[in-house]
């Protein structure tokens, strides 16, 4: 199974169509979303081709191969126009490994949650890297309409059992064999 996880849309419409296709070129079975999906954020400027219902079309049409964290930008209103749920929290298993998947705002690499399992993916500081904390692969997917601190437009995949940080063009970025 080839799991594509990304991180902070926050309603770019153009990066949401980007992650639709990055997600049919990877030939991804199951897409993951760390939150902040809909919503620009306080903090944030309006990202490139600021559309939160646009976004909601877009993966709506990928519903049935979607996960999706609650992030700290995201509300009970944007359930009204997505038809998939959002969790808080959640974890996995694939390819032998136990993964856990959090929005990052609560639960990161410096804050770990107990039995993390092998990897624990996560977002919100729109940085994307793969480290290793306490013998847990811990990886940002870091934000694909908003990166910061010179980071790339990015995302995660995990496929038997490594883990690759690339950006929008495919390029990698950097990997690690998670076991």
Do not use: W
Not at 8 to 22: C, N, P, T, V, W
Not at 26 to 46: A, S, T
Not at 107 to 125: E, Q, R, S, T
């Amino acid at each position: 199974m080839k799991i594509i996880i990304a991180s902070d849309l926050h309603g770019s419409s153009y990066y949401a169509q980007k992650l639709k296709e990055i997600f049919a070129k990877e030939q991804g079975e199951l897409l993951v979303l760390l939150g902040d999906i809909y919503n620009h954020g306080p903090r944030n400027p309006f990202p490139k081709d600021y559309a939160p219902m646009q976004v909601a079309e877009i993966l709506n049409s990928l519903k049935d191969r979607l996960l999706v964290i609650k992030g700290n930008c995201d509300s009970e209103v944007d359930t009204l126009i997505s038809e998939f749920d959002f969790s808080e929290f959640s974890q996995i298993f694939a390819h032998g490994l136990k993964i856990t998947l959090t929005h990052g705002h609560k639960f990161n690499k410096d804050n770990m949650p107990v039995n993390a399992g092998d990897v624990m993916c996560y977002g919100h500081f729109h940085t994307g890297f793969i480290d290793t904390v306490g013998g847990v692969v811990v990886a940002n997917a870091g934000s694909l309409s908003l990166p910061k601190d010179g980071t790339a437009h990015s995302y995660l995949t995990i496929q038997e059992g490594i883990i690759t940080l690339k950006d929008v063009d495919g390029n990698i970025l950097d990997s690690k064999k998670i076991k």
